[in-house]
């Protein structure tokens, strides 16, 4: 018997075999590359989430910042608010606004200015008169992340 054939034949298979294998390990090695570059990415982002919620600790309540309604003139309106220093009335909101002077663009953005007094984001001033509500001054003068204003002498060495 001839056993010739049946050692190419072996011979073949094997380096079918070494081919495949060589193929799987190369696609193991940029699997664990992967892994590798996606727990240092998870890694990063748990630190980041601590970071911030360590920072969102320390800051102040928002008081009178309620979620405006859905409507696109509610934060155009505080833009305007935020721009003058005295009381608006309805018609000149309008007119910052580019809203026509007809009494029905009017009277909906005195009930948009009303509603937004009831959020206690707007005062009435006066009837009619609105000006935006003043934010408390408790914190103003206090630094609500003093480790992130630390000076550093060095690189490496702690705050003095």
């Known amino acids: 018997m001839n056993i010739q054939p049946l050692l190419e034949a072996l011979g ?10 060589g193929d799987i390990r ?21 630190i980041t989430r601590k970071t911030v919620t360590a920072l969102a600790d320390r800051l102040p309540a928002q008081i009178g ?7 696109p003139d509610y934060p155009r309106i505080l833009a305007v608010f935020n721009e ?8 000149d909101v309008c ?6 002077l007809l009494p029905k663009n009017i009277e909906g953005t005195r009930a948009k200015l009303k509603r937004l007094v009831k959020l206690d984001v707007l005062t009435e ?14 914190h103003r003068d206090q630094n609500p992340c003093p480790s992130l204003t630390q000076k550093w002498t060095s690189v490496h060495e702690p705050p003095s």
Do not use: K, M
């Open 125 to 138: 001033a006066d009837t009619g008169s609105f000006t935006r509500r003043q934010q408390p001054t408790e």
């Open 26 to 46: 190369t696609q193991i090695a940029e699997l664990q590359a992967r892994l590798r570059e996606a727990d240092t990415h998870l890694e990063h982002l748990a």
């Open 95 to 100: 007119e910052a606004l580019d809203h026509e």
């Open 65 to 71: 910042s309620p979620d405006l309604p859905e409507h």
């Open 12 to 21: 073949i298979q094997e380096d079918a075999a070494r081919a495949l294998a």
């Open 84 to 91: 003058v220093t005295g009381p608006l009335r309805a018609r």
